[in-house]
């Protein structure tokens, strides 16, 4: 069954190095999820966009910690990727970030 987060103007997401949390990068600032109940553990309204670079700085539990990202393309306007353990499948589409399980 998916679940869904509401994050309006995502530009990028991405897991922190455990596939503990995920980092969220919208035009509203930077939110940290835990993957373990996908509640929002912390937010910050400071936006801070990724330049490209390919990593975003983490807050709360992975504060300062460089969090490898995944950008909007917005010649499709499609954001898809997978966690790093290959258990979920996210994908964002108006203002929703949809997380499929891959393995039960």
């Known amino acids: 069954m998916p679940i869904y987060l509401n994050v309006g ?3 990028a997401a991405g897991f922190d190095r455990s596939g503990q949390y995920l980092l969220t990068v919208s035009h509203s600032g930077r939110g940290v999820f835990a993957t373990a109940t996908w509640s929002r553990v912390a937010r910050d309204v400071a936006v801070v966009y ?5 990593v975003s700085v983490g807050i709360g539990p992975i504060a300062g910690e460089l969090v490898p ?3 909007m393309n917005y010649q499709t306007e ?3 990727f997978t966690s790093p353990d290959g258990r979920f499948a996210l994908s964002y589409e108006s203002g929703t970030i949809t997380i499929s399980s ?3």
């Open 50 to 54: 990724p330049a490209g670079s390919g």
């Open 9 to 11: 103007g995502l530009i």
């Open 78 to 80: 499609e954001l898809n």
């Open 69 to 71: 990202i995944t950008e």
């Open 102 to 104: 891959i393995v039960e």
